[in-house]
Nanobody, 121 residues
């Protein structure tokens, strides 16, 4: 199972970016999916999470600005980030709880490689 994140980059304050994360491999199903971020010198923190039934959770710092979504036909999750602020600068990691063919009785956590988001003028 692999998670491939994309869409990061440099954006000015107030701008927007859309992150994508595609899950590939021998997959039976995907439960919750999420995005985390880690800024230099800080712990990794949850940004947003979405369940298999599309129930979403957001960190207070991004509520009203970020939107998480998923396309189950493509095994892909997205993070639309609007009104970006310098404090949103971090490496963003995608995460998914996956039922893989190699371990069909459990859901295991998998992580993407991280994509850099820099908000600066």
């Amino acid at each position: 199972v692999q998670l491939q994140a994309s869409g990061g980059g440099l954006v000015q304050p107030g701008g927007s970016l859309r992150l994508s994360c595609a899950v590939s491999g021998s997959i039976l199903s995907i439960d919750r999916m999420g995005w985390y971020r880690q800024a230099p010198g800080k712990k990794r923190e949850l940004v947003a999470r979405i369940t298999s039934s599309a129930i979403t959770t957001y960190a207070d710092s991004v509520k009203g600005r970020f939107t998480i979504s998923r396309d189950n036909t493509k095994n892909t999750e997205y993070l639309q980030m609007n009104s970006l602020k310098p404090e949103d600068t971090a490496v963003y990691y995608c995460n998914a709880a996956v039922q893989a063919t190699v371990a069909p009785h459990i859901y295991s956590d998998y992580w993407g490689q991280g994509t850099q988001v820099t908000v600066s003028s």
